[in-house]
């Protein structure tokens, strides 16, 4: 891959939202994984929450064999999610802080005060072969707290730029952007590959798109949703060409 290209990890969680407000087999997320796949997204991220509210154990199973491209497990640190990922064992976890009263992941993992029990948590892992990847917000000290236990990847959480952006709150738009790229620049000069991803839409991938440290963009929600008035295959290709455009 070469160093200036950025994937697109299309989250496909809000597929299996609408499927469970019904229950029912439809639309079903693997379905909507491999049309993403045939589109040309490098990888599909799906979180497994305790709760099971969108993605449920069959659906990762059903991704483990249907998928040619890289899955990315989102989980939470609990022995249950560390033992699904162990049967499957997916190209990357990707651990997050869950909250069962929260709509959707609120913040970055708090990784610097448990960092003993994070280590042994993803040495397991590791052994098993996954990539460990790591949700944080752009906060120095998590950075060297996921660089110390081992991590290869740190996410950084873009959701507070991206609700600034929508809220026309360009003051702080322009301040959550500028920690975003100098943690972005920081991780990378520890050596950990950084992603992001959390609420990115069209109006707001480009200034994100554009850091040059940046590998990979997890992005759910907005594309799921866009899908329903141009189809999913056009959504990826839009968000893929502002990306590219963004890059320059
Ligand atoms: N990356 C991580 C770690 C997430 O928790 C989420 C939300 O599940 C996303 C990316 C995608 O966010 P969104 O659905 O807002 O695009």
Redesign the pocket.
């Known amino acids: 891959m070469a160093e200036n290209s950025l994937r697109l ?1 299309l ?1 496909i ?2 597929v299996a939202t609408v499927r469970n407000a019904r229950g029912g087999a439809y639309p079903d997320p693997v379905r909507a994984a491999k049309m993403a796949e045939e589109a040309g997204v490098d990888g599909i ?1 799906a ?1 497994l929450r305790e709760d099971r509210r969108h993605i449920m154990d069959a659906d990762i199973e059903g991704l483990m064999q249907a998928l040619t491209v890289p899955l990315n497990f ?1 989980m939470a640190a609990t022995d249950e999610m560390q033992a699904i990922a162990l049967r499957h064992k997916p190209h990357a976890v ?1 651990i ?1 802080p869950e909250k069962r009263e929260e709509r ?2 609120e913040g970055g993992l708090e990784v610097a005060r448990e960092e003993n029990k994070l280590a042994h948590f993803i040495a397991p892992l590791r052994d098993a072969g996954c990539r460990i ?1 790591i ?1 944080v917000a752009a906060d120095q000290k998590q950075i060297e707290a996921a660089h110390r236990i081992g991590a290869d990847i740190v ?1 950084l ?1 873009v ?1 507070a730029y ?1 609700d600034a952006h929508a809220e026309g709150d360009f003051q702080l738009r322009d301040t959550e952007l500028d920690s975003l790229r100098k943690m972005s620049t920081y991780a990378h000069s520890l050596g950990l590959e950084v ?1 992001a ?4 839409t069209y109006d707001c991938v480009g200034p994100i798109a554009a850091f040059p440290e940046v590998q990979e963009l ?7 949703g866009e899908a329903i008035f141009r189809g999913l295959t056009p959504a990826v290709h839009e968000m893929r060409r502002l990306m590219d455009e963004a890059r320059g």
């Not at 991803?197 to 990115?200: C, E």
């Not at 997890?218 to 799921?224: D, R, S, T």
């Open positions: 990890g989250n969680d809000h991220t979180h989102e990707c997050v959707t992941t990847s949700f996410e959480h959701g991206c992603h991803g959390h609420g990115l997890n992005i759910g929600h907005f594309l799921i």
